[in-house]
T-cell receptor, first 113, second 113 residues
């Protein structure tokens, strides 16, 4: 089956660093996404990894290991506005061999002062 | 650049009714995906449209139907509404099937009583 696992909740302190992990098992692999979703709002794109390694974008970095079916999102210099749900999504294939995004349930991050 | 828009923003219906949700894709995007997101859950893929044709469908019953227009805007129709259909319905557009990054609209929050 196709499955994505990420922690349900995490808590961190303003100014600190937090790592949100994601493991996946999918049919086919065309890349892994991280999205940020604030309460009551739509998800917004953060990063896309298709090759192994680390992609850095400002305070946010995303890492991928395809052989391990593993990714993490690293948030540095945490700010209060980073309190949100972080969604891991993998582009795989459905039964008809069409590409589809498979979503995790999201990790709710609370940043405390 | 025009972002993804959805209408209405909020909607209240009763069981058994029918609803139509609308989405205008981001300028230049020809692919639209629809998702259902229940409270505290990740988005669940409903279906995707590419150049007016359905290109993949998730595990939703036939009472969930859709279409895409020549200008790439899209509609999601849900017949015989059930209480469990209460959710945030998200539309996401992307630049063709080979482009993985999806950009989300603000969503339509549907409440079925």
């Amino acid at each position: 089956g196709q499955n994505i696992d990420q922690p349900t909740e995490m808590t961190a302190t303003e100014g600190a660093i937090v790592q949100i992990n994601c493991t996946y098992q999918t049919s086919g692999f065309n890349g892994l996404f991280w999205y940020q979703q604030h309460a009551g709002e739509a998800p917004t794109f953060l990063s896309y990894n298709v090759l192994d390694g680390l992609e850095e974008k400002g305070r946010f970095s995303s890492f991928l290991s395809r052989s391990k079916g593993y990714s993490y999102l690293l948030l540095k210099e945490l700010q209060m506005k980073d309190s949100a749900s972080y969604l891991c999504a993998v582009s795989g294939h459905n039964a008809g061999n069409n590409r589809k995004l498979i979503w995790g349930l999201g990790t709710s991050l609370a940043v405390n002062p | 650049e025009t972002g993804v828009t959805q209408s209405p923003t909020h909607l209240i219906k009763t069981r058994g009714q029918q609803v139509t949700l609308r989405c205008s894709s981001q300028s230049g995007h020809n692919t639209v995906s629809w998702y259902q997101q229940a409270l505290g859950q990740g988005p669940q893929f409903i279906f995707q449209y590419y150049r007016e044709e359905e290109n993949g469908r998730g595990n939703f019953p036939p009472r969930f139907s859709g279409l895409q227009f020549p200008n790439y805007s899209s509609e999601l129709n849900v017949n015989a509404l059930e209480l469990d259909d209460s959710a945030l319905y998200l539309c996401a557009s992307s630049l063709g099937l080979a482009s993985e990054t999806q950009y989300f609209g603000p969503g339509t929050r549907l409440l079925v009583l």
